[in-house]
């Protein structure tokens, strides 16, 4: 079990921060660096592309959001190097962002498609650079031994179905509270799965700021459905939770919070803002699973706690993600993509507590460098979304 | 909790509705249990529920609260029967509704 002397072994960052994995990441800053970026990592497997179809026709807020993802992909300190690729005109500029990376005090080179003159010179630039990048990572590298209170800890659930909400998601629900009682970031979102539950959420919000957030978070995304004239339900629930047992939003989202924990939520953040505050922290971000996964991974967390009833493979570019499900023929079927099995929960052979400790375990073995299955699968998904129209 | 009779999980004492464990064909019968494991009741139920799905464990009248976890899930559309399946067929969601009424 973890507590306050629990220690891992994990990157020490020169600014400071720690990471539990060391990746060398090739950015595009917009779709049209995005085949470029693809083909160096192509020629460079140790590296891992973060490519997308944004960057460029964004307005306002919407052009903040990309340019906060991408940065704080960048930043993240499970990143050891970056490599940011661009065309040259585009909004998001391939130097302002190297630049603003590089202020963690990590290498960071960029390749200009529109500088080099062309694909193949950008590509030859780029495969020189992350080659440069790897050596200085191997020669660079400071591996401490951390508190696991310095941990950031993200909860996901995806493919939910009957047994989410009442033994996967309970049971991370025990591991959050624990992380979150040795001072560590625990963050959670998915605001379209706090409908029906947000009362529930609400009660636990340390002040009336938190409070707020929650209720005009979830009234936003209620509208989202009032705006399209439609019923929520057949996006959410899906098609695969609805034939998993759930029947309406409320079901899902009452199920979906148990991964929460009890604990009071002490900070509220916009997508992909970084948690700065010690114990459990919402995020506004979509349910649909890997945009969810990418804001609380720009938010920090260094790994992802994701439950699954009907079972999914997603990982995530740069952070492990663990697979948890308590579904005995999803764990069956795909076993190679579930990392923990707790189908014992509905049987009677496993309690709660149990579950709790063998994720925690997890948790903490993973963070020391261990593969979770995703990883091991190769599975490096990345996207966001974007929250205006494209010009 | 082991045993092969078909049961299903009660989740609160005020909810009206419980999730079947395993497939149970109409006419079997069903246990009911809460998280506890203490046995609340058994009786047969009135059509096939799939594995994961809800049956109701009381009458619920039509236009009335789908209760789950002590909290309102949705509102049934018909009259729903103790040992019936509770499902989107016969219960609807009160949020995120955009449609016309």
């Given at each position: ?5 629990t ?9 400071g ?18 085949h ?5 990592v192509r ?9 997308h ?21 960048g930043?993240h ?15 998001i500029?391939a130097?302002?962002?190297a ?25 030859e630039?780029?495969v020189?650079?992350?080659?440069q990048?790897i ?13 696991c ?11 939910s ?15 959050a509270d624990l ?13 379209a ?13 340390v002040?009336?700021?938190?409070k707020?957030f929650i209720f ?5 995304t ?12 057949g996006?959410?629930?899906s098609?695969g ?7 309406t939003?409320a079901?899902?989202?009452l ?26 922290s ?37 952070a ?33 507590d149990?579950a ?29 979304h974007?929250?205006g129209?494209?010009? | ?8 999980l ?32 058994a ?6 529920i ?8 009381m ?20 009259v ?12 609807e ?5 955009g449609d016309?009424?």
């Open positions: 079990m973890i507590n306050h002397d220690r891992i072994k994990v990157y020490g960052r020169k600014n921060m720690i990471g539990i994995r060391n990746h060398l990441a090739v950015i595009s800053t917009v779709f049209c660096a995005n470029v970026a693809e083909s160096i020629q460079v497997p140790e590296a891992v592309a973060i490519t179809h944004f960057g460029c026709g964004q307005l306002g807020k919407d052009a903040e959001q990309t340019l906060r993802v991408l940065t704080n992909m930043k300190p499970n990143v050891g190097a970056v490599l940011v690729v661009g065309l040259g005109c585009e909004q500029g130097h302002d962002l630049v603003e990376i590089a202020s963690t005090q990590k290498p960071v080179k960029t390749s200009v498609i529109q500088d080099e003159g062309g694909t193949s010179a950008t590509i630039k780029g020189t650079c992350c080659r990048l050596k200085g990572m191997q020669e660079d590298v400071d591996r401490i031994s951390a508190s209170s310095e941990l950031v800890v993200g909860l996901e659930c995806g493919g179905d009957f047994t989410s909400g009442i033994a996967s998601n309970p049971a991370v629900g025990i591991v992380f979150t009682d040795v001072g560590a970031r625990v963050i959670f979102g998915e605001t799965e706090a409908l029906g539950a947000e009362h529930i959420l609400a009660e636990r919000a002040n009336k700021k938190v707020a005009n978070k979830v009234a936003a209620e509208k989202l459905a009032e705006d399209m004239h439609v019923d929520m339900r996006s959410q629930p098609p939770n609805i034939a998993g047992g759930l029947s939003i079901e899902k989202s199920g979906a919070i148990c991964k929460s924990g009890n604990r009071p939520i002490v900070d509220v953040l916009e997508y992909a803002e970084p948690a700065g505050k010690a114990g459990l919402f995020m506004d971000c979509p349910g649909q699973d890997l945009a969810s996964i990418c804001g609380i991974v720009a938010g920090g967390a260094h790994a992802v706690l994701f439950t699954t009833g009907r079972g999914t493979p997603l990982g995530f570019a740069i492990p993600v663990v697979k948890i499900s308590a579904n005995s023929e999803a764990v069956k079927k795909m076993a190679e993509n579930i990392d923990i099995d707790l189908s014992g929960i509905l049987t009677g052979d496993m309690n709660l149990d709790g400790r063998i994720i925690a375990a997890k948790v903490l073995e993973v963070a020391g460098g261990k593969l979770s299955k995703a990883e091991k699968l190769g599975h490096r998904e990345f996207g966001f974007s929250i129209p494209t010009l | 909790m082991s045993e092969k009779k078909a049961w299903a009660c989740l609160h004492a005020k909810d009206n509705v419980a999730t079947v464990l395993n497939d149970v064909p109409a006419g079997e019968p069903l246990v009911v249990r809460n998280k506890s494991g203490q046995t609340l009741e009786f047969e139920v009135v059509e096939s799939p594995r994961g799905h809800k049956t109701a464990v009458d619920i009248p039509a236009q009335a609260d789908v209760i789950k976890y002590g909290e309102v899930i949705g509102r049934s559309v018909t729903i029967a103790k040992g019936v399946w509770v499902h989107v067929h016969n219960m969601s009160l949020r995120g509704r016309p009424a």
